[in-house]
């Protein structure tokens, strides 16, 4: 019998074209170039889903971006991925469980989060619990506050199960912007664990994170900050992490004879570059690219790391850094703008 459980967190479903007041994205796919590749890596779960044909699927938080960046287009595409799991665990014979991040809490005090929707098609856990797999226990820890409380119950769950999963960051992990978290949970368990939370793919001590299926920021080159899918054999306790090599990267240019050497169907460019913008729609033609102006009330003001490493999800910290010294006013009417369209996180 096949004993692997596959495992995927962070997905993030979100239309990040739609709050990007200057998004540029080519090819008439403004809205939904970043939907598309949130199809993709589904795509690229699903495959690996028939496989390795596991026994079991578990998702491991963070399924929406955020509770109130749900639009029609981003729910539509978090219905028709959550269709193609199902498809796939169906093909397989295999469950599908799903358990919630921080970032599909929409009421702590209620219990409310966005894919409570999802709970009459998959298995969805909303509180801790222990399950059952002909005698192997599975511990599952939906997303808590890294506070003692999570510390406590972390510890008496180790003692019970063979296996955890959970969306919680642990100390010593390293996040996306290469920060060390400084959280009060070791990753020292005493049992396997396979976490959300944490957005590089990466293994501490006895945790395991799944990543981000594709990546949340421009980097300086196509292959950071990528996960996928993290396969766990119940038999050998051997942990298997797979990168998702079907979503497009992120890829910030600074110098547009670089775009010759990158290939249109593997990444999005995110082009920082004093030449003009005609320059730039017509090298980069075949890219989808969201191209950032140089301010031109101060030419020869260099870009601060801040700025370019700045995530996607963060419009109004991009606009800030951009104009705030100059511009106080534009930052003001834009806050006004966003106000009520989305909560910092
Ligand atoms: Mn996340």
Redesign the pocket.
Known sequence: MNDKILFF??V?IRETGSFLPWNQVVNGRGLTGEIENIMKGFKFISSQIVEHQPRLVIFA??WHHTTDSITTMSLYASGLCHSMILDACEEVGCEFWMFS???DIYSEIYNITSIGVFSRSCKYIPTEKIKDIDGFKIGILPYLSCNELALSTLSDMSCKVDLIST?LNFGGSVFESGKVSDSILSPKLGVPCVS????RQGAYQDVTYCG?LYQ?KFAQDNTDHVGGVVLFDMNSKKIKSIPNTVSKHYVRVKDLKQVKKLDPDKVVLQVVTSDDKEEVSNVCEDFEYMFIPRPTFEEEKEFDEDYVDTSLQTPKEIFRSYVEDDNPEAVKLFDRVMSGKRRDK
């Open positions: 967190s962070d993030h938080g963070d991040g921080q970032h969306h959300g939370d944490i957005h981000s949340n």
